[in-house]
Structures are given as C-alpha cells and as structure tokens.
C-alpha cells in the first residue's frame, strides 16, 4: 500500500525542467580583506580563512545580494514548470520571502536549539525554530531578522583550500520558515533548495546539460 501510494504522489508531480545559468550571480567582490574593508551600506563581514589566509572574508551584503538573484532565478523558472509553485506552496510566497529578506538587518540571535550538524558548511533545509539572544558574538554565521523573526542566515566557512570558501545562505518567510538554501563552494559547485509545505526541490548542476537539474525530494502524501 505505501508503495502505490508512493508510486502514485510521484506520478502526480509535475514534470521538471533544467533550470539555466546563473543560478546566482557571486562576483570577486563578495569576498574582502577584514584587514582594510570598512562597512558600507550595513555590510557585515565573515572572516573564513585560517592564519595563512588571515583577513580573508565574505561580505554578506554581496552574499545575500547573490541569494536574491537566486531567488528571481526559481520564480522565473515557476513560469517556466506551470503546476509546480502550487506544489510547493501558496502563490507568491517567494515574493514575500523576497519583502521580507530585503528588510532584514543584522542580528545577535540565533536558534534557541541546535540547527544543522556542528561543523557542516550547508545550513539545513530544516525550519531553525524559535531565536534567542546569542551568548557569545558571532563568528561563522550571521543571522538577520525582522522584528525577531528570521530572515535570512550567511555561513563562511574554509572549503578544502583554505584561502577559498564555502557559502550557505537560508532565506526565511515572514514565519520564520525556511523557504530557499542556497549553497556555493568556490572550490567546487553550486546547488540550492527550494523548500515547500509538502515537498522540496534540489538544484543540482549538471554539466552533461549545462545546467541545474531539479528533483523532487521529500515529498509527503
């Protein structure tokens, strides 16, 4: 019985197209110097690199800058999959997530409870929960909220060249649930997660297509 009930969500799900380059637009400039950048505009910076790399840092101004592009990215591709934002959600919630990341600003709290696994440089797709006030300054990860809710999260931490990074970025509706986790290893690829009520769907690059390709993943009845 869950098998068919399986095979049958599966058949019911629309069909996915490959989603074209860029998936998101990081330029040189989104890493800095700790040592000589001064904030500008409300930029924050997150130093990732080791003491052979000392100053070596991501200004989370041009990371969050990257994940909104990502986020125009997958609502124009919804035009493209007709069927699969109903899926995922209520129509026009990537724009709220979009109202809402715009405003936020940077923030001493972080989740209340442990989220995502110690050391990991991708921040789950799982909901971060309830914030409270960090007890300590922040150091891999910045959290921005709107009126003590989440809206979006930036970790820099050193890929396998230390003087390179690894970036997750999760982007929050105004409930605080995670909507977008995108993922961008310098050293490597970048992939994303847009996470519904019911399902999610994987980016993934393939470079047989020259393109990322989108699965269904986590699908409930």
Do not use: Y
Request: positive net charge.
């Amino acid at each position: 019985m869950v098998s068919l009930l399986a095979v049958s969500l599966v058949a019911a799900l629309p069909t996915l197209r490959p989603l074209q380059p860029p998936l998101a637009l990081f330029t040189p400039e989104v890493m800095q110097d700790a040592n000589t950048a001064s904030p500008q505009n409300g930029d924050q910076f997150i130093a990732f690199g080791g003491p052979a790399c000392a100053g070596k840092s991501i200004s989370t101004v041009r990371a969050m800058g990257a994940a909104l592009t990502t986020l125009e990215r997958v609502q124009t591709w919804f035009k493209e999959n007709p069927g699969v934002e109903a899926k995922l959600f209520k129509k026009d919630t990537l724009a709220q997530v979009m109202k809402h990341v715009s405003v936020g600003t940077v923030s001493r709290h972080e989740p209340c409870k442990p989220w995502g696994g110690a050391g990991e440089w991708q921040l789950p797709t799982a909901d971060p929960g309830k914030l409270c006030e960090a007890k300590k300054p922040a150091t891999s990860t910045l959290w921005f909220t709107v009126k003590g809710k989440a809206s979006s999260a930036v970790q820099a931490l050193p890929a396998a060249d230390a003087c390179q990074p690894r970036v997750s970025i999760a982007l929050f509706d105004p409930k605080g649930k995670t909507r977008l986790v995108l993922q961008a290893d310098f050293g490597g690829v970048m992939s994303a997660t847009v996470v519904g009520d019911a399902c999610k769907v994987d980016f993934s690059w393939d470079p047989s297509i020259e393109a990322f390709k989108p699965e269904w993943k986590s699908c409930k009845g």
